[in-house]
């Protein structure tokens, strides 16, 4: 694949902690603004509408500098997601450290740290990762969500699903609570039963999200299926055009069965820290983000009536 040239712009910022109404609730850290993996289902591409990028989503990266953390014991038992609208295990972070840096800064902070990535350079701070996994609560969550690495690579430009699999592997058998987040699952595509079995042995917990279509990606997903998939296209017709929930309410039973299958809880949008008997990873339900949005893992949603 031909290399993206990528513009990168720098970035002062007073803070790199924002509060966060993801599930998860707690703070949100991106060291960086934009991404070079280029997704194109990536939700976060609206962030252009607030940084005046002009840019195509996945050209542009700005690299973010903040004062230090010199207080970092205030965030003792609070959520910290680090990757929530950026990787910050993208390529470029080989070169500008920041994601590093902020893992160095909260080391001792007592904070429940969530790393969110597509990459493997996250093995680079294994040194760190165990420290901070001696004093904090620690989680690595790769984002998987197809076995198929031809349309892993229509999808986006992160490295490879073997070498994130292969990078879990070797944060699991550190003692590192992994997570595999089977995100977004597209319809008809995503076979969640075999990536649960491909990594149930390595992970400590599951997560489940579907696609979401909306704003300008909608129409690039759409043309790719019907490019691609055509039979697809009544099913994506009914799921994003005519609101149809019954795919993915079917998906969701069906997610509870594998679970029993292989001796898996399966809870809705709850996520208590754990480490699990291996091979019986926790199968989380995150479907319908807009009914878990803010809900702070109670293990409730604002279900729609």
Known sequence: MEEREIKIGHVDTKSVMTKSNAPLGGYAVNPYVGCPHACKY?????MKRFTGHNEEWGTFMDVKNWPEIKNAGKYA???????????????LEETYRKTRKILEELK???ADILICTKSDLVLRDMDLLLEINRKNTLTVSWSINTLDEAFRSDMDEAVSIERRLAAMKQVYDKGIRTVCF???????????????????EQCDLIWLENLNLRGGFKKTI????????????PL??????????????????????????????????ETPYERVE?????????????????????????KRS
């Open 278 to 302: 291996k091979g019986h990873p926790t199968i989380v339900d995150y479907f319908y983000h807009e009914e878990v949005r803010g809900t702070s893992n109670s293990g409730k949603r604002n």
């Open 236 to 269: 994506y017709e009914e799921i994003y055009n005519k609101k149809d929930r019954s795919y993915f309410e079917a998906l969701e039973r069906k997610a509870e069965m594998i679970a029993k299958k292989y001796g898996c809880r399966f809870v809705d949008n």
């Open 108 to 110: 001792d902070s007592g």
């Open 77 to 91: 038992g609070e959520k910290v997601i680090i990757g929530t609208v950026t990787d910050g295990y993208n390529p």
């Open 222 to 233: 759409m043309d790719y299926i019907a490019q691609t998939q055509p039979d697809l296209i």
């Open 42 to 46: 990536c939700y976060a591409s609206f």
């Open 182 to 200: 089977i995100s977004p699952v597209f319809p008809g595509i995503t076979d969640i039963e075999a990536i649960i079995d491909r990594v149930r």
